[in-house]
């Protein structure tokens, strides 16, 4: 057979299993939002961030009292991640911190783009649950150094994100402490006495040696992008998909949100399901 004739072949055979893998997905994430639907009755909750700080401040303060993650930290990234609660993968998959699927994930998933084409999310029974494996989430040896700071040190913790590798936007910090200052979510974080905090630590990092052995099973995210799916960044473009925020879209092109804004002549953070930005 002509090379040609193979290429075009093996092109063919490439476009046919994508998009396979695109209706599997599709399919995935459709029975995945009726159920949502079906237990919402069909009625989201619609938040703004001051309702949604409301709602989810007595789960920030509870893990902040586990394990020393200031609540104002797990606050700023919730509505950061989520857009304040209302991004489909916080609506359908109760997913507020974009958390993704590991091998060892036994629950359900929810596929969107996001670093690859149909990255793989995890699916929470509620959003509390998703609070709970943020936490989880940190408790590991890269991050470890950071649970010896006060529990109330959010400056510090929002430094320490960025050291550790938790985010590519080297304004990430600013954008925890902007947040945290503008909305005072400073307020929910507690101080702790020294012995509270020595018995604390004991705890947590008993937890993260006992973590080690499996931390990349647990933490590093399964490779699901279906076979020969094409790049979703083409010749500089990023065309906004379902889900999308703004903030996503900086993170995931390492751009500050205000960088992308300014390469779109932005005035405002508001985007359209379909609009082209210039991501570089």
Same mark, same amino acid.
């Given at each position: 057979?002509? @090379?040609?004739?193979? @290429?075009?072949?093996?092109?063919?055979?490439?476009?046919?299993?994508?998009?396979?893998?695109?209706?599997?997905?599709?399919?995935?994430?459709?029975?995945?939002?009726?159920? =949502?639907?079906?237990?919402?009755?069909?009625?989201?909750?619609?938040?703004?961030?001051?309702?949604?700080?409301?709602?989810? $401040? =007595?789960?920030?303060?509870?893990?902040?009292?586990?394990?020393?993650?200031?609540?104002?930290?797990?606050?700023?990234?919730?509505?950061?991640?989520?857009?304040?609660?209302?991004?489909? *993968?916080?609506?359908?998959?109760?997913?507020?911190?974009?958390?993704?699927?590991?091998?060892? !994930?036994?629950?359900?998933?929810?596929?969107?783009?996001?670093?690859?084409?149909?990255?793989?999310?995890?699916?929470? $029974?509620?959003?509390?649950?998703?609070?709970?494996?943020?936490?989880?989430?940190?408790?590991?040896?890269?991050?470890?150094?950071?649970?010896?700071?006060?529990?109330?040190?959010?400056?510090? !913790?929002?430094?320490?994100?960025?050291?550790?590798?938790?985010?590519?936007?080297?304004?990430?910090?600013?954008?925890?402490?902007?947040?945290?200052?503008?909305?005072?979510?400073?307020?929910?974080?507690?101080?702790?006495?020294?012995?509270?905090?020595?018995?604390?630590?004991?705890?947590?990092?008993?937890?993260?040696?006992?973590?080690?052995?499996?931390?990349?099973?647990?933490?590093?995210?399964?490779?699901?992008?279906?076979?020969?799916?094409?790049?979703? @960044?083409?010749?500089?473009?990023?065309?906004?998909?379902?889900?999308?925020?703004?903030?996503?879209?900086?993170?995931?092109?390492?751009?500050?949100?205000?960088?992308?804004?300014? *390469?779109?002549?932005?005035?405002?953070?508001?985007?359209? @399901?379909?609009?082209?930005?210039?991501?570089?």
């Amino acid at each position: 057979m002509h @090379l040609s004739y193979r @290429l075009s072949f093996l092109f063919i055979i490439l476009a046919f299993a994508s998009s396979c893998s695109s209706r599997k997905f599709s399919k995935n994430n459709k029975q995945i939002e009726k159920a =949502a639907n079906k237990a919402t009755n069909n009625s989201y909750k619609s938040y703004n961030t001051l309702s949604y700080i409301d709602e989810f $401040k =007595a789960v920030a303060i509870e893990e902040m009292n586990a394990f020393g993650i200031p609540a104002s930290i797990t606050l700023a990234q919730g509505i950061l991640e989520s857009g304040s609660g209302n991004s489909d *993968l916080a609506k359908y998959a109760n997913n507020h911190f974009g958390i993704k699927c590991t091998s060892d !994930w036994r629950g359900k998933n929810y596929f969107r783009d996001d670093d690859q084409k149909n990255d793989c999310f995890r699916v929470y $029974k509620d959003a509390r649950e998703s609070f709970k494996d943020h936490s989880e989430f940190l408790k590991r040896k890269r991050y470890s150094f950071l649970f010896q700071l006060d529990k109330n040190d959010y400056r510090s !913790w929002a430094q320490g994100l960025k050291t550790a590798g938790y985010a590519t936007n080297p304004k990430y910090p600013d954008l925890l402490i902007n947040m945290i200052e503008k909305y005072q979510l400073y307020q929910y974080d507690q101080s702790e006495s020294e012995k509270q905090k020595i018995a604390r630590e004991d705890r947590v990092f008993s937890e993260i040696n006992q973590n080690i052995p499996q931390e990349k099973k647990k933490f590093t995210p399964v490779d699901t992008p279906p076979p020969g799916a094409k790049p979703i @960044l083409a010749d500089g473009n990023y065309t906004v998909i379902k889900g999308d925020t703004l903030f996503n879209i900086a993170k995931r092109f390492n751009l500050s949100i205000d960088e992308l804004k300014m *390469l779109n002549e932005m005035t405002t953070d508001g985007i359209k @399901l379909g609009q082209v930005l210039k991501v570089k």
